[in-house]
């Protein structure tokens, strides 16, 4: 696919889904570990990735790897790296760091090494000695984990979750990330009635909606690679517009959001409005007891109220309690929720045909999956 060494960062969990949508793009060279997908790619893919994935956090660019247990050895080792080939004269490059179990535990000195060796570096290109950084914005990572440095650029900026559809968002709204992947994790198809009893500021639905519709999630904004000369416009513009042309138009969708908050129903219908999938999705206030459904095969998917995060703990017991009453008699759904109460199980009234661990956020969650029959074929 390219010479490029590619990184697709992920939140704890997601990395097998994340690698799934890569496989679709077209990506084959692909290496999962913790918390990111390695892949490799070229110039034309960075558009592509950023505009693509629906469950990665980041799209970075490898400069490097190597290991470094002294401040001279990382200095020296990234000073050798390419930098020139990427930062310009006026770059606003900008360096951030981790350190795990490394001998070089210091972030700010790291930092500051790293910083150094790049500018040492691009003074070997640009006969200058000070730097305006004036330009495009690099945002470089120096992440050391046992001692084995690596040095990546962020081609996304902000976080790919920022869709740029929620201008509002509820009290504890998921992350788009996260929605997507249960959707991505589950059963569900564009065919299937899809039902979100806790919608919130409506991102599971919306997520559904989109893809349901084939909407590429990074559309609709802005990435900090486009200002890089390293990658030409007309990669970003021909991304796009395949994007747009794969836009399904004609999709028949059925879903449905619900909360008893008046204010999440609002914030929920301008969100989908701002992508135009308000004729695709019903938001309606009502508790969810109350709603009426038709045993026909629908999905569940949702995000339910957590005891540490909103309500009460009894409060919230009793609602899962009511909700495995509520689908007991719906035997050809499929339920799909994610929560961090551990007892959710028996309160629910019956052990899921699969549990998932996963992070909403910094909070460990399990994603239970109860599977319903398979659709007749029609």
């Given at each position: 696919?390219?010479?490029?060494?590619?990184?697709?960062?992920?939140?704890?969990?997601?990395?097998?889904?994340?690698?799934?949508?890569?496989?679709?793009?077209?990506?084959?060279?692909?290496?999962?570990e913790?918390?990111?997908?390695?892949?490799?790619?070229?110039?034309?893919?960075?558009?592509?990735a950023?505009?693509?994935?629906?469950?990665?956090?980041?799209?970075?660019?490898?400069?490097?790897?190597?290991?470094?247990?002294?401040?001279?050895?990382?200095?020296?080792?990234?000073?050798?790296?390419?930098?020139?080939?990427w930062?310009?004269?006026?770059?606003?490059?900008v360096?951030?760091?981790k350190s795990?179990a490394?001998?070089?535990?210091?972030?700010?000195?790291?930092?500051?090494?790293?910083?150094?060796?790049?500018?040492?570096?691009?003074?070997?290109?640009?006969d200058?000695?000070?730097?305006s950084k004036?330009?495009?914005?690099?945002?470089?990572?120096?992440?050391?984990?046992?001692?084995?440095?690596?040095?990546?650029?962020?081609t996304?900026?902000?976080?790919?979750?920022?869709?740029?559809?929620?201008?509002?968002?509820?009290?504890?709204?998921?992350?788009?990330?996260?929605a997507?992947?249960?959707?991505?994790?589950?059963?569900?198809?564009?065919?299937?009635?899809?039902?979100?009893?806790?919608?919130?500021?409506?991102?599971?639905?919306?997520?559904?909606?989109?893809?349901?519709?084939?909407?590429?999630?990074?559309?609709?904004?802005?990435?900090?690679?486009?200002?890089?000369?390293?990658?030409?416009?007309?990669?970003?513009?021909?991304?796009?517009?395949?994007?747009?042309?794969?836009?399904?138009?004609?999709?028949?969708?059925?879903?449905?959001?619900?909360?008893?908050d008046?204010?999440?129903?609002?914030?929920?219908r301008?969100?989908?409005?701002?992508?135009?999938?308000?004729?695709?999705?019903?938001f309606?206030?009502?508790?969810?007891?109350?709603?009426?459904?038709?045993?026909?095969?629908?999905?569940?998917i949702?995000?339910?109220?957590?005891?540490?995060?909103?309500?009460?703990?009894?409060?919230?017991?009793?609602?899962?309690?009511?909700?495995g009453?509520?689908?007991?008699?719906?035997?050809?759904?499929?339920?799909?929720?994610?929560?961090?109460?551990?007892?959710?199980?028996?309160?629910?009234?019956?052990?899921?045909?699969?549990?998932?661990?996963?992070?909403?956020?910094?909070?460990k969650?399990?994603?239970?999956?109860?599977y319903?029959?398979?659709?007749?074929?029609?």
């Amino acid at each position: 696919m390219g010479n490029l060494e590619l990184i697709a960062t992920t939140t704890f969990g997601l990395e097998a889904i994340c690698k799934r949508e890569l496989l679709d793009l077209g990506f084959n060279d692909i290496k999962v570990e913790n918390g990111k997908v390695n892949f490799k790619g070229s110039e034309k893919d960075i558009p592509t990735a950023n505009i693509w994935l629906r469950t990665a956090d980041r799209v970075l660019v490898k400069l490097g790897e190597f290991k470094a247990v002294t401040f001279d050895e990382l200095f020296e080792k990234t000073k050798a790296l390419p930098w020139d080939e990427w930062i310009p004269e006026d770059g606003n490059f900008v360096v951030e760091g981790k350190s795990i179990a490394s001998k070089l535990f210091s972030i700010s000195d790291s930092q500051r090494i790293v910083e150094k060796a790049i500018v040492e570096k691009l003074k070997t290109k640009y006969d200058v000695d000070w730097f305006s950084k004036s330009g495009p914005r690099f945002t470089v990572e120096v992440s050391l984990l046992k001692d084995i440095a690596t040095l990546t650029i962020d081609t996304s900026g902000e976080g790919l979750h920022k869709r740029g559809y929620r201008d509002r968002a509820g009290d504890a709204p998921i992350k788009e990330t996260l929605a997507a992947a249960m959707i991505l994790l589950s059963y569900w198809n564009k065919e299937r009635t899809l039902f979100d009893p806790f919608c919130g500021s409506g991102t599971i639905p919306i997520e559904a909606a989109m893809i349901g519709r084939n909407i590429a999630p990074g559309l609709d904004r802005k990435f900090a690679s486009e200002e890089w000369e390293r990658i030409p416009k007309k990669y970003w513009q021909d991304a796009r517009k395949k994007a747009f042309e794969a836009i399904d138009n004609d999709a028949k969708l059925d879903i449905l959001g619900c909360d008893i908050d008046k204010r999440s129903i609002l914030r929920a219908r301008d969100n989908a409005a701002n992508l135009g999938l308000e004729e695709d999705i019903q938001f309606f206030m009502k508790d969810m007891r109350d709603v009426d459904l038709k045993d026909n095969y629908g999905v569940v998917i949702t995000n339910p109220p957590y005891g540490e995060r909103i309500g009460e703990k009894e409060e919230i017991e009793q609602l899962y309690i009511d909700l495995g009453k509520k689908f007991k008699s719906f035997d050809t759904w499929s339920i799909y929720v994610i929560t961090s109460e551990e007892d959710f199980e028996n309160l629910y009234g019956k052990k899921a045909d699969r549990k998932r661990k996963l992070y909403n956020g910094r909070i460990k969650v399990d994603y239970y999956q109860f599977y319903g029959p398979r659709p007749p074929k029609n």
